[in-house]
């Protein structure tokens, strides 16, 4: 089993590596099977490869995010963290909104399974990610 810091450890990378863009690192924080589920209601996307396709959307269409964790509750092999999400648009707008991402973490490290619970209560546009353009 990780340690309670392998598994904070986890979170932060997801978060710093998508903020910079770092689509290599990002893909590298999942394993080869990882499952991602969001919104948390909707069905799993799995697969790294999948995840690259979800990536490679995003930026092909002049969106950037940038993800601020807030606060972690690391529970055995899971972390729920609480962000801020910052969605850059390529017109100049800024959508942004909160997300609670509970993260399922390996004994290596590395993502297993991610849900995302969206706040679709705090009058924000949707979140641009889920638009059916993406995989």
């Known amino acids: 089993m990780p340690t309670a ?3 904070a450890q986890a979170a932060r990378r997801y978060a710093e590596t998508i903020s910079a863009g770092d689509r290599d ?4 924080g999942f394993t080869e099977d990882a499952e991602l589920v969001e919104p948390a209601n909707s069905a799993p996307r799995q ?3 999948v995840f690259a396709g979800i990536f490679d959307a995003i930026q092909a269409s002049g969106r950037r995010i940038a993800l601020r964790p807030i606060r972690s509750i690391v ?9 801020d999400v910052r969605v850059f648009l390529a017109d100049g ?3 942004e909104n909160s ?9 290596d490290g590395r993502i297993a399974r ?13 979140d641009p990610r889920l638009s059916q353009d993406l995989p």
């Open 25 to 28: 690192g990002w893909l590298a």
């Open 114 to 126: 991610l849900r995302t619970f969206l706040d679709s209560t705090s009058g924000a546009a949707p």
């Open 47 to 49: 697969g790294r490869s």
């Open 5 to 7: 810091e392998q598994v």
């Open 99 to 107: 997300v609670i991402e509970i993260f399922g973490i390996t004994d």
């Open 75 to 83: 529970n055995g092999n899971e972390v729920a963290v609480h962000m």
């Open 93 to 95: 707008r800024v959508v």
